[in-house]
């Protein structure tokens, strides 16, 4: 694998050079190559649960004209990793009950961003939040939901933040997929 993607390393160069093709095609084929050629994820992982939001509502009271805000939030860890709840519509308390499973860099912190969905214009950010690593750490340790704050007077932000079971961690078929009896058996 590694000698096909040198030489169409090697192709794409002598394209540029000799005017075949400009630079940006071979920015594309390289970020493709990074791409395809990446080895799998094997790092540790982490559960992320979000629980709620709930916002002040004088402080949000203009976010829509004619109703409560519609709000979603997004999270980001690392450089690429970018996660979008469901939309919660028309309340200042969105419950969201909403988790996923997602690597974990034991050096960043995580970035919290919630947001007010619009359908004829462009999403408003309602507020924003960030936890450090260390504080992450200190949620897996105990289990403990955190409450973060969204800015000044704006609302907080409950989350939860664990190890994932034991059984996501194994390889191959999920263990119950083992435990269960065929039908046609006795």
Known sequence: MKVFASFALIVAILAVALGYCDGGALTL???ELIFWLQRPYTGPEIVVEIIGVDLNNRANRFLDRWSRPDTFVTIEHGQTE???TQVEGNTYQPRFLWKTKMRFYETMGMRFLVSDANVLRGDDVVGRAFI???RIADMMRTGEPGLLSLGENIGIMKIVVT????DLKEK???PFTSKVKRLDMP
């Open 172 to 174: 191959g078929a999920l």
């Open 82 to 84: 970018r996660h979008i």
């Open 132 to 134: 450090d690593s260390d």
């Open 163 to 166: 190890l994932p079971p034991s």
């Open 29 to 31: 084929l390289r970020m």
